[in-house]
């Protein structure tokens, strides 16, 4: 069974919001609540500057999980966190626990009063039946039932933002971590910014073809 | 052992802050703008090194975000995962015995010494001992703080304790019943405490004769007569101690909790969430016991704030200070006088029922 994993290569995000544009659309995500956005660090310092798109990342150990006072909260096999919005009761607890800032609150009334919780769901629903109407209309499409991974990854015009099953992921940003260490000649950040030439070093980072 | 480890858990990060603030206090700390110009510099000399960058990832500073919502510009804050650790471990758990503990020492000292009764016989001469206004601030107060109680509970226990019984679904209409009272009982609490505090703080004034009362514990384990003023130093402690102290800091933290419309932090409201813990825990255990000695503890103090009125000999027993006061003001025996006119008249069913 996958574990169901984010990452997002900070040298290759552009901060182009697809992501985030790519998720509110997929899943008609309701106005107030982005269930993903991209995060600039050092904005604007030439040579320090890094953005990293960020959602629910789905922790093994899941804060929002320890703290939900109905356990509306549950796992799926692939290891993605969901929710159960019928038994949500809008305390916010999993708002304040949360690293990641990943569960929102539409406005349910006035002085801030909050609506059932609205979090990413790694485009794989909630507790109804796949790819019902009642489920579309509470969590969003269903990708994963469909066999589809998660459309802000999908729609990622750099491939910063991978989505799926962890040990092909691994596999696939150490192969960029060494391919940088000779250079940054795949599509890395480096590579569309441009950037001082850098020796390699070490005989596993010499074994990787070089560009010409 | 997972409450073994938050523990610890806890203890590190009570450590890693003094170290920290130590450090503060002796060297100079990175400050963002330095961390950045120290990535620039290395940008060039270590492409791909990005330690720099990320030690600012943990909530240090806000990066720039395209959405305009409160601290969406933070990659990751820290603060959660301390709260959570605290909220589920130490404040629910010693909260909770606490309050068992405090019932099960209730129920013992009811079982050893019973309900205070009246040594002497009713006279049938009443005293007006709480005015139609004061009655209706402490009910007030008491049904607002009662349902607080209750529904705050539901939402900190019923986790554990209302799930595995009722199951998810009827405890989630319960859980939504309960935050709905409480978020909106809780202002109206705090008015009430507000009224009670100016109905009733003329006469909780504390004097030298509530040292008195303290020392002997108000005669309770005694059983010795101690003379006290219309409140005694036990209840003047809890109008201090309890409705206003406790009362202002439950009633702020939780405003701040209430009002999530103000832009307040997460850390604000993981702070004002254990301060509120720790309120409300304290302020449920002074309850328990002040709810003891107005009912079961001692005969007639309930029919005091029912009907306002008092035997001359619960009076003279109880609060002998008052009650000669009452004497000098002629005041023994024409209760009723005060009620609001239309009111029903009380009837002075205050000890034993008979006139």
């Known amino acids: 069974m996958a574990r169901m994993k984010f990452i997002c290569d900070a040298e290759r995000c552009i901060e182009c919001n697809g992501c985030v544009t790519a998720c509110k659309n997929e899943h008609d995500v309701p106005w107030g609540v982005n269930r993903r956005r991209v995060v600039t660090l050092n904005d604007g310092i030439v040579g320090a500057e890094r953005s990293i798109s960020v959602a629910c990342m789905h922790c093994s150990d899941a804060p929002c999980m320890a703290v939900c006072p109905v356990n509306c909260f549950y796992k799926t096999e692939d290891g993605v966190v969901l929710h159960d919005k019928d038994l949500c009761i809008g305390c916010g607890y999993c708002f304040y626990a949360c690293p990641f800032g990943a569960p929102q609150f539409p406005q349910a009334g006035a002085f801030g009063v909050r609506g059932k919780m609205d979090k990413c769901t790694f485009c794989a629903g909630g507790p109804e039946k796949d790819n019902s109407k009642a489920e579309h209309e509470k969590y969003g499409r269903n990708r994963l039932a469909e066999g589809k991974l998660p459309a802000c990854a999908e729609m990622c015009s750099t491939k910063a933002l991978l989505a799926g099953d962890g040990d092909v992921l691994s596999d696939i940003y150490r192969e960029r971590v060494m391919r940088r260490g000779r250079g940054g000649d795949l599509w890395g950040h480096a590579t569309a910014y441009g950037r001082p030439d850098a020796k390699a070093t070490g005989p596993i980072l010499q074994s990787i073809p070089q560009k010409s | ?355």
């Open chain 2, 1 to 355: 052992m997972n409450r073994l480890f938050a523990l610890f858990a806890t203890l590190l990060m009570a450590l890693a802050a003094m170290a920290a603030l130590a450090q503060q206090s002796s060297g100079p700390v990175e400050s963002p703008a330095d961390l950045a110009k120290q990535e620039q510099q290395r940008s060039v000399t270590q492409p791909y090194n990005n330690a720099a960058i990320w030690k600012n990832a943990r909530g240090a500073v806000e990066g720039y975000v395209s959405i305009p919502a409160p601290e969406a510009g933070v990659l990751i804050q820290d603060g959660g995962q301390n709260w959570r650790a605290l909220r589920n471990g130490w404040f629910s758990v010693i909260g909770g015995w606490a309050l068992v503990a405090m019932m099960l020492v209730i129920g013992g000292f009811y079982a050893w010494k019973g309900t205070v009764q009246l040594h002497d016989s009713p006279t049938g001469r009443m005293i007006e001992r709480f005015t139609l206004l004061e009655r209706m601030a402490h009910w007030g107060t008491a049904i607002s703080f009662s349902v607080l109680a209750i529904s705050g509970l539901i939402l900190l226990f019923g986790k554990t304790l209302l799930i595995p019984v009722i199951g998810f679904t009827l405890f989630s209409w319960l859980a939504i019943l309960a935050k709905n009272l409480h978020n909106f009982l809780g202002p109206l609490f705090i008015i009430s405490c507000i009224i009670t505090f100016i109905v009733f703080v003329r006469d909780n004034m504390l004097k030298a004769i509530d040292f008195k009362w303290i020392a002997s514990f108000g005669g309770l384990i005694s059983g010795k007569h101690v003379p006290s003023e219309k409140f005694n130093a036990g209840e003047k402690l809890w109008f201090w101690g309890g409705l206003m102290l406790l009362g202002l800091v439950v009633g702020v933290s939780g405003l701040v909790l209430n009002f999530p419309n103000f832009g307040q932090t997460r850390a604000t409201m993981q702070l004002a969430n254990l301060v509120h813990l720790t309120g409300a825990t304290l302020f449920m255990l002074g309850a328990l016991g002040h709810i003891y000695m107005g009912t079961l503890g001692m005969a007639g103090a309930l029919d005091a704030m029912k009907t306002g009125v008092v035997d001359e000999s619960w009076a003279k027993e109880h609060h002998e200070i008052w009650y000669d006061e009452q004497l000098k003001a002629g005041n023994v025996g024409n209760a009723g006088k005060a009620v609001a006119p239309g009111a029903k008249s009380p009837q002075p069913v205050a000890i034993g029922g008979h006139d």
